[in-house]
């Protein structure tokens, strides 16, 4: 029997925090499962991770350039190379979540979903209809989603749209705004 692999995915737009909300949580020594960790980063952002600042070692980068490189045995390789026990995904904003869980190797069984979205930017991507069914997507399947650099919906009509926004998506979300 295959070990099952668990997979806690990043899922947001370019720039929303999701890599600096990963990098704080690899420098949080409580995240330190004892296991080889993958990072898979599908997405090349602002900020690079400095592993140096990791709270623990065995954690294997490995980037994702295009989504043809999403499939099942690509994953398994990349499993197999970096003897990982857990994956850690910084999903790429303008892919389908959807297509992720399609290539994704059977013992691989996401964890949690989390999503970040940037304060400044949320409501015009909500405005826009081919961006904002991109939102929904990544909302729909999210345990929590952060809104980072909050003070820009630091109202009672933005956080109201952004609650409804969010419920359209998912009834199970959680919302949270740094």
Request: with cysteine; hydrophobic share 40%.
């Amino acid at each position: 029997m295959t070990k099952e692999i668990p997979v806690y995915l990043f899922v947001g737009f370019l720039e929303s925090g999701k890599t600096k909300f990963i990098q704080e949580t690899f420098e949080d020594p409580n995240f330190d499962s004892g296991d080889k960790t993958l990072l898979l980063v599908c997405e090349e952002g602002e900020i690079e991770y400095d592993p140096s600042k990791f709270a623990f070692g065995g954690v294997h980068v490995a980037q994702i350039e295009d989504k043809s490189e999403l499939t099942a045995e690509n994953l398994t390789a990349l499993e197999k190379k970096s003897g990982c026990g857990r994956v850690i995904i910084e999903y790429n904003g303008m892919w389908l979540v959807q297509e992720l869980y399609d290539a994704m190797p059977d013992n691989w069984l996401v964890y949690q979903c989390l999503a970040t979205a940037d304060g400044t930017t949320i409501k015009t991507y909500a405005g826009d209809s081919a961006m904002r069914s991109l939102l929904l997507d990544k909302i729909a399947r999210s345990e929590l989603i952060v809104f980072n650099r909050a003070e820009a919906v630091n109202n009672d009509a933005a956080r109201q749209e952004l609650h409804k926004l969010v419920r359209q998506a998912s009834r199970k979300c959680d919302i949270a705004y740094e």
